[in-house]
């Protein structure tokens, strides 16, 4: 299996930019999670989905982040306009589903906003 | 709210050196627990879990976590650590149930001298 597939894996861009986050999970996984992780908070929750649907985004900063589940192979997550603030490593993790589960996490993509 | 309090944010250790990280949570009811370890420039991945039974788990490289309920805890020890334990480690707690939601402590980095 390929695992959690993210892309780009570095993304530089200026402020005011739109940048988006892309991610396939592992087939047959139907939940999916992004995380974003800074030196000063840690990993934060910022959105996960459950067969496609947004399940929980109360870790979204505000309206300028964004993130679509269209099929169960894709999600994306958008930043628009983009802040220096928001440079991080954001992570996409997916996992089974149910019970105990373990969630799989990604490479990660590692964002400057200049 | 959930919280989870990882005690120790940097250590440094020499190789064979016994290892334990703290980890405790705030929540009262039924928990499943997890250790993730992200190695350098690798993607997190899972070390153990915790969601019932003997409260003494084993997971991968030779490491183990008990869970202490009366405690609120959850640490991690390894009795001798390598060079290649380098990692940072990372607590994280979810409730038991349908909610995939993981509340994540801030990590501890782990630094073995050879």
């Known amino acids: 299996d390929a695992g959690v597939i993210q892309s780009p894996r570095h993304e530089v861009t200026e402020m005011g930019q739109e940048v988006t986050l892309r991610c396939k999970p592992i087939?047959?996984?139907?939940?999916l999670f992004w995380y974003r992780q800074t030196m000063m908070r840690g990993l934060e929750l910022l959105i996960y989905?459950?067969?496609?649907?947004?399940?929980?985004d109360s870790g979204m900063p505000e309206d300028r982040f964004s993130a679509k589940m269209p099929n169960a192979s894709f999600s994306t997550l958008k930043i628009q306009p983009s802040e220096p603030r928001d440079s991080a490593v954001y992570f996409c993790?997916?996992?089974?589903?149910?019970?105990?589960?373990?969630?799989?996490f990604g490479p990660g993509t590692r964002l400057t906003v200049l | 709210a959930q919280s989870v309090s990882q005690h120790n944010h940097h250590v440094i250790l020499s190789e064979a050196a016994s290892l334990e990280l703290g980890c405790n949570y705030s929540?009262?009811?039924?928990?499943?627990l997890f250790w993730y370890v992200q190695y350098p420039g690798q993607h997190l991945q899972l070390l153990l879990k915790?969601?019932?039974?003997d409260p003494l788990v084993k997971g991968i490289k030779g490491f183990e976590a008990e869970f202490i309920k009366s405690k609120f805890s959850f640490n991690l020890r390894k009795p001798s650590v390598q060079w290649s334990d380098t990692a940072e480690y990372f607590c994280?707690?979810?409730?038991?149930?349908?909610?995939?939601?993981?509340?994540w402590g801030l990590g501890t980095s782990l630094a073995v001298n050879p």
């Open positions: 994280a707690v979810k409730n038991a149930g349908n909610n995939r939601k993981l509340i």
């Open positions: 915790y969601f019932s039974g």
């Open positions: 087939s047959g996984h139907n939940s």
């Open positions: 989905f459950n067969n496609n649907v947004p399940i929980d």
């Open positions: 993790a997916s996992s089974l589903g149910i019970g105990t589960d373990t969630q799989y």
């Open positions: 929540y009262g009811g039924t928990v499943n």
